[in-house]
């Protein structure tokens, strides 16, 4: 049974125009976490959420935010996306105590046109 | 410096053959180490995680050298199904973060 779920799949949008993905997951976990992975690149922290606490990287642009209304799912929006933010997004939790391992939902490939 | 550094390869291996990967990181406070095994297109999945003492897992050993702040991962008798791209994980001063390696890309050939 998926763990860590993340719709659509596959996301094409257009230039400048916005885009939400979405991430769900039925384990219960505090921490939910937001990657751009690149091709041939590491994963790159957009940002994390420990309960309804937000945690945004230094280096993330202000064209993402994100929104977590409960403990099972998170949003992820993108304002105006241009076409550097092609990428796979991937949505991860962990329990949140002693540094625990994560786990990943599938991914959302976005093409931005 | 990058929090962590991996070789990004690729490791072209004949199958049954041995290969080991190594990984460095900057924070000497950090204390979850993994090893994420990820597949063309797909998610990272774990592979395992690294401990004090080392571990094994079939034909995985993982290892953590502390004092040069690096971990290694070694693969005996290597599978063609192992071919992928292999990250190496540790976390930051916030126990709740984590930081990718790029990423070693292993080729099992037949």
């Known amino acids: 049974d998926a763990m860590v779920i993340q719709n659509p799949r596959y996301q094409v949008t257009q230039f400048g125009k916005p885009v939400t993905l979405s991430c769900s997951q039925t384990?219960?976990?505090?921490?939910m976490y937001w990657y751009q992975q690149k091709s041939s690149q590491a994963p790159k922290l957009l940002f994390h959420?420990?309960?309804?606490?937000?945690?945004n990287e230094a280096d993330t642009p202000d064209n993402f935010q994100s929104r977590r209304p409960n403990t099972s799912f998170c949003f992820l929006d993108i304002r105006s996306p241009g076409l550097g933010d092609a990428a796979m997004y991937l949505c991860?939790?962990?329990?949140?105590?002693?540094?625990?391992?994560?786990?990943f939902g599938p991914g959302t490939r976005l093409l931005v046109l | 410096r990058k929090e962590v550094e991996q070789d990004p390869g690729p490791f072209n291996v004949p199958e049954g053959a041995t290969v080991a990967f190594n990984c460095t990181y900057s924070?000497?406070?950090?204390?979850?180490f993994f090893w994420y095994r990820q597949d063309c297109r797909k998610e990272p999945k774990l592979l395992m995680s690294?401990?004090?003492s080392g571990n094994e897992d079939g034909r995985f050993t993982a290892q953590l050298n502390r004092a040069s702040q690096y971990i290694s991962l070694l693969i005996r008798d290597s599978k063609l199904s192992d071919s992928a791209t292999y990250l190496c994980?540790?976390?930051?001063?916030?126990?709740?973060?984590?930081?990718f390696g790029s990423g070693t890309k292993l080729n099992v050939k037949p």
């Open positions: 924070n000497s406070a950090s204390q979850s």
């Open positions: 384990l219960n976990h505090n921490v």
């Open positions: 690294v401990y004090s």
């Open positions: 994980v540790v976390n930051g001063n916030n126990f709740n973060k984590f930081y």
């Open positions: 991860a939790t962990s329990r949140g105590r002693d540094a625990e391992t994560q786990y």
């Open positions: 959420y420990y309960d309804k606490d937000f945690n």
